[in-house]
Protein backbone atom coordinates (compact mmCIF):
# COMPACT_ATOMS: atom_id res chain seq x y z
CA UNK A 1 0.00 0.00 0.00
CA UNK A 2 1.54 3.67 -1.08
CA UNK A 3 0.83 6.04 0.83
CA UNK A 4 1.99 10.37 1.18
CA UNK A 5 5.02 8.95 3.30
CA UNK A 6 6.18 6.38 0.74
CA UNK A 7 8.98 7.31 -1.77
CA UNK A 8 8.68 5.22 -4.99
CA UNK A 9 12.06 4.73 -6.24
CA UNK A 10 12.77 4.37 -9.94
CA UNK A 11 14.91 1.32 -9.86
CA UNK A 12 14.52 -2.01 -8.41
CA UNK A 13 15.00 -3.78 -6.51
CA UNK A 14 16.42 -1.20 -3.42
CA UNK A 15 19.39 -3.23 -2.00
CA UNK A 16 20.44 -0.10 -0.09
CA UNK A 17 20.12 3.68 1.25
CA UNK A 18 23.01 5.23 1.58
CA UNK A 19 21.38 8.46 2.46
CA UNK A 20 17.80 9.83 2.46
CA UNK A 21 17.63 13.87 2.78
CA UNK A 22 14.32 16.06 2.75
CA UNK A 23 14.82 19.64 1.76
CA UNK A 24 18.38 18.87 2.38
CA UNK A 25 17.73 17.49 5.87
CA UNK A 26 19.59 14.27 6.47
CA UNK A 27 17.12 11.71 7.89
CA UNK A 28 18.33 8.83 9.78
CA UNK A 29 17.84 5.39 8.50
CA UNK A 30 15.73 4.47 12.12
CA UNK A 31 12.77 6.87 10.60
CA UNK A 32 12.34 5.01 7.74
CA UNK A 33 12.28 1.32 6.17
CA UNK A 34 13.08 -0.17 2.97
CA UNK A 35 10.47 -2.11 0.79
CA UNK A 36 11.41 -3.58 -2.58
CA UNK A 37 10.90 -0.54 -4.93
CA UNK A 38 10.16 2.32 -2.03
CA UNK A 39 11.22 3.90 1.30
CA UNK A 40 8.26 3.65 3.97
CA UNK A 41 8.67 6.73 6.34
CA UNK A 42 7.78 5.51 9.93
CA UNK A 43 6.88 8.91 11.42
CA UNK A 44 4.60 11.24 9.30
CA UNK A 45 6.21 14.37 10.47
CA UNK A 46 9.57 12.94 9.22
CA UNK A 47 8.22 13.84 5.75
CA UNK A 48 7.22 17.25 5.32
CA UNK A 49 9.40 18.93 3.17
CA UNK A 50 9.01 19.36 -1.28
CA UNK A 51 12.36 17.86 -2.37
CA UNK A 52 13.77 14.20 -1.35
CA UNK A 53 17.01 13.00 -2.27
CA UNK A 54 17.96 9.28 -2.06
CA UNK A 55 21.20 7.94 -3.33
CA UNK A 56 20.53 4.15 -2.97
CA UNK A 57 21.90 1.14 -5.33
CA UNK A 58 19.21 -0.88 -6.55
CA UNK A 59 19.46 -4.05 -9.34
CA UNK A 60 19.97 -7.98 -8.97
CA UNK A 61 23.38 -9.63 -8.23
CA UNK A 62 24.72 -11.61 -11.27
CA UNK A 63 24.36 -15.14 -11.45
CA UNK A 64 28.47 -15.30 -11.97
CA UNK A 65 28.76 -14.90 -7.63
CA UNK A 66 26.94 -17.70 -5.87
CA UNK A 67 24.57 -15.18 -3.71
CA UNK A 68 22.60 -14.88 -7.41
CA UNK A 69 19.55 -13.08 -6.83
CA UNK A 70 18.77 -12.45 -10.42
CA UNK A 71 15.27 -14.36 -10.63
CA UNK A 72 15.43 -17.52 -13.02
CA UNK A 73 13.49 -16.00 -15.60
CA UNK A 74 15.10 -13.39 -16.64
CA UNK A 75 18.27 -15.54 -16.90
CA UNK A 76 16.11 -17.87 -19.14
CA UNK A 77 15.19 -14.97 -21.26
CA UNK A 78 18.92 -14.01 -21.59
CA UNK A 79 20.02 -17.47 -23.03
CA UNK A 80 16.99 -17.06 -25.38
CA UNK A 81 17.89 -14.16 -26.48
CA UNK A 82 21.87 -15.53 -27.38
CA UNK A 83 20.45 -18.35 -28.97
CA UNK A 84 18.18 -16.45 -30.93
CA UNK A 85 20.55 -14.09 -32.19
CA UNK A 86 23.12 -16.49 -32.81
CA UNK A 87 20.73 -19.40 -34.67
CA UNK A 88 19.67 -16.41 -36.35
CA UNK A 89 18.00 -17.63 -39.49
CA UNK A 90 16.14 -14.88 -41.10
CA UNK A 91 12.56 -16.50 -41.86
CA UNK A 92 12.81 -18.11 -38.19
CA UNK A 93 13.54 -14.65 -36.95
CA UNK A 94 10.35 -13.09 -38.62
CA UNK A 95 8.14 -15.61 -37.07
CA UNK A 96 10.01 -15.36 -33.59
CA UNK A 97 9.18 -11.52 -33.76
CA UNK A 98 5.62 -11.20 -33.77
CA UNK A 99 2.61 -9.24 -32.05
CA UNK A 100 1.68 -10.58 -28.27
CA UNK A 101 -1.76 -11.07 -27.50
CA UNK A 102 -2.26 -7.92 -26.69
CA UNK A 103 -1.89 -6.39 -30.28
CA UNK A 104 1.67 -4.91 -29.73
CA UNK A 105 4.88 -5.62 -31.87
CA UNK A 106 7.68 -6.23 -29.90
CA UNK A 107 10.97 -6.06 -30.20
CA UNK A 108 12.37 -9.65 -29.23
CA UNK A 109 11.19 -13.37 -29.18
CA UNK A 110 7.34 -13.91 -27.45
CA UNK A 111 8.72 -16.19 -25.26
CA UNK A 112 11.34 -13.88 -23.72
CA UNK A 113 8.32 -11.35 -24.01
CA UNK A 114 6.30 -13.35 -21.60
CA UNK A 115 9.16 -14.28 -19.54
CA UNK A 116 10.13 -11.20 -18.92
CA UNK A 117 6.44 -8.82 -18.28
CA UNK A 118 5.94 -10.06 -14.57
CA UNK A 119 8.99 -7.72 -13.97
CA UNK A 120 7.68 -4.50 -16.15
CA UNK A 121 7.08 -1.73 -13.65
CA UNK A 122 4.59 1.02 -14.43
CA UNK A 123 5.22 4.34 -12.20
Sequence with gaps: MCNSQDIILKQYPV???NTLSIDDE??????????????????????RGDIATVDYDAG???PTTS???LPYDIQEACVLMSR?????????????FTNTEDGQDIAF??????????YKRLI
Design 26 to 47: TIDSEDYRLSESRILIKDEGVF
Design 67 to 69: STT
Design 84 to 96: YFYYQDSAQYQQA
Design 60 to 62: YIS
Design 15 to 17: TSV
Design 109 to 118: PVIVYRLLKP
